[in-house]
C-alpha cells in the first residue's frame, strides 16, 4: 500500500503532547477530539488494573469518532495516575492541585498510558490495535514554597494533565527519577503505536 492509498488517521484528541509526537515522528493526522463520558465507560470496568481502564478508555475515544468517520483510522488514547495506591483524575482547581501534589510528594507515582486503533465501516466500529504502558515517577519531597511557586507558573494549564504536571515543562523539577520512556510519559505508547501503524499502512514500512 502507497500513502496515497493509506487510511485517513484521525487522532481523536486535543492533546497538544499527543500532537507535538506524532508531529515530531512525521505522521500525518487530522484531529477531531473525542466527546465521551468518560466516568461512565469506568463504571463498567470496576476492579480492572489501572492499564485496562486506560487502554479502555482510549478505545472508547477512538471509537466515538470512528463512528462519525467511517473508514478512517482513528486513534484514541488516555492516560491515568496512580499514587499510594489511589487513582488521580485531573485537578478541577488550583486548590486541588495543590491537595494532589502534597499526596504525591516523596511517592512513586504510577503513570498509565494508553493508545488504541479503531476503524468504522457499515457494520460497526472495531478495535484493530491497542497497547498501554506503565512509567514510575519518583517524586522529590516538595516543600510548600515550591508547590505554590510551581502552581503560580503552572495554574491553570496543568488543569488538563492527570498527575498535575507538564513533564516537558517546570514539571520535570517534581521528580528525582523516572523508570519508563519519555512517550509513556507524554500521554502515548509511541514506538508500539508507529509499529501499528506500519501494519496498518498508514506509514512505510
Known amino acids: 500500500m502507497s500513502l496515497e492509498t493509506a487510511p485517513r488517521l484521525i487522532l481523536a484528541s486535543k492533546s497538544a503532547s499527543r500532537r507535538a509526537m506524532l508531529d515530531a515522528a512525521g505522521v500525518a493526522y487530522d ?6 463520558d468518560e466516568r461512565a465507560v469506568e463504571a463498567g470496568l470496576t476492579g480492572a488494573a489501572p492499564g485496562a481502564v486506560a ?20 486513534l484514541g488514547s488516555d492516560s491515568l495516575v496512580v499514587a ?8 478541577r482547581s488550583r486548590d486541588e492541585a495543590g491537595e494532589h501534589l502534597r499526596l504525591f510528594s516523596g511517592r512513586v507515582m ?33 516543600s510548600e514554597d515550591f508547590i505554590t511557586a510551581y502552581l503560580d507558573l503552572e495554574w491553570p494549564a496543568i488543569g488538563h494533565t492527570v498527575g498535575a504536571f507538564r513533564i516537558e515543562g517546570p514539571g520535570v523539577q ?13 500521554g502515548m505508547p509511541l ?3 508507529l509499529g501499528a501503524l506500519r501494519e496498518a499502512g498508514v506509514l512505510i514500512a
Not at 31 to 36: N, R, S, T, W, Y
Not at 122 to 138: D, N
Open 191 to 193: 514506538l508500539p503505536l
Open 110 to 142: 504510577e503513570l498509565h498510558s494508553a493508545a488504541a486503533l479503531v476503524r468504522a465501516d457499515g457494520s460497526g466500529a472495531g478495535c484493530e490495535w491497542s497497547q498501554a504502558s506503565i512509567a514510575r515517577l519518583h517524586v522529590r519531597d516538595l
Open 55 to 74: 487502554e479502555a478508555l482510549a478505545v472508547a475515544k477512538a471509537a466515538a469518532v470512528a463512528a462519525l468517520h467511517p473508514g478512517a483510522l482513528v
Open 174 to 186: 517534581l521528580f528525582d527519577n523516572i523508570e519508563g520512556d519519555q512517550f509513556t510519559v507524554l
Open 84 to 91: 499510594a495506591g489511589q487513582r488521580f483524575d485531573k485537578p
Open 31 to 36: 484531529a477531531v477530539p473525542a466527546d465521551i
